[in-house]
């Protein structure tokens, strides 16, 4: 079946712009995380949630990152006023109905969306 | 940083040979991830360990956990060229942290030769 996908692959934008990138979950997945992941780096946690619900938020680096997921499938991260330091490939993933543990179990990602910020 | 730490940072070796490389973490765990991510690509799953659990194999990959010392290993075996890639380990905070935050390591730089 379908993946994770994400658009725009690749975004560029000037200092001071907005932007929104779009992650399509696969279907039925009740959990979507969001990550930022910088050159060279792992992925870092920015914000997860359990359907529509924004249960953990506490990775966004400022209040220019809001995300939200109003229907529980689709998901928009926007970024406001981009700066320099956005630049990233940002990553979502998705995964199913959590288990006993109460936790995501594997996760499935999406390619990313490489955002430059000039 | 927020971020675990792996090691080492890269690792070079002839097609065949073994593949070692180590994670360590700073809080207390629920599970404990191996991920794969091929140059430009996403990442993909490769094997998941429970607190409660010492060693997993999966074809030729084995993972070790031990808790005591927040480490955990991961060891291809027999690699392949196709195994090039950089190796990410993640953690999920047990139930009691009140939070959702999965956190990845800093990454293996895995290099096969053929």
């Known amino acids: 079946g379908a993946g994770v996908s994400q658009s725009p692959r690749y975004k560029v934008a000037k200092r001071g712009q907005d932007v929104a990138l779009r992650c399509d979950p696969i279907?039925?997945?009740?959990?979507l995380f969001w990550y930022q992941q910088a050159l060279g780096q792992g992925p870092e946690f920015l914000t997860y949630?359990?359907?529509?619900?924004?249960?953990?938020k506490s990775g966004l680096p400022s209040d220019r990152f809001f995300a939200e997921r109003p229907e529980g499938s689709v998901s928009t991260l926007k970024i406001q006023r981009t700066q320099q330091e956005d630049s990233a490939v940002y990553l979502c993933?998705?995964?199913?109905?959590?288990?006993?543990?109460?936790?995501?179990?594997?996760?499935?990602f999406g390619p990313g969306t490489r955002l430059t910020v000039l | 940083s927020q971020q675990g730490e792996e090691d080492p940072q890269a690792l070079s070796i002839q097609e065949g040979e073994n593949a070692t490389m180590n994670c360590s973490y700073k809080?207390?765990?629920?599970?404990l991830q191996w991920y794969r991510q091929n140059s430009g690509r996403g990442l993909v799953h490769l094997i998941l360990?429970?607190?409660?659990?010492r060693e997993k194999h999966s074809g030729r990959l084995r993972v070790t956990l031990d808790t005591s010392k927040k480490s955990s290993s991961l060891l291809i075996t027999a690699s392949r060229a196709a195994d090039t890639a950089s190796y990410f380990c993640?953690?999920?905070?047990?139930?009691?942290?009140?939070?959702?935050?999965?956190?990845f390591g800093t990454g293996t730089r895995l290099k096969v030769l053929a």
């Open positions: 993933a998705s995964s199913l109905a959590l288990g006993t543990s109460g936790r995501a179990g594997e996760q499935f």
């Open positions: 279907s039925g997945h009740v959990s």
């Open positions: 949630f359990q359907n529509e619900a924004q249960l953990d």
């Open positions: 809080t207390s765990i629920n599970n």
């Open positions: 360990i429970r607190s409660n659990e």
């Open positions: 993640a953690t999920d905070p047990d139930l009691g942290s009140g939070t959702y935050k999965y956190i």
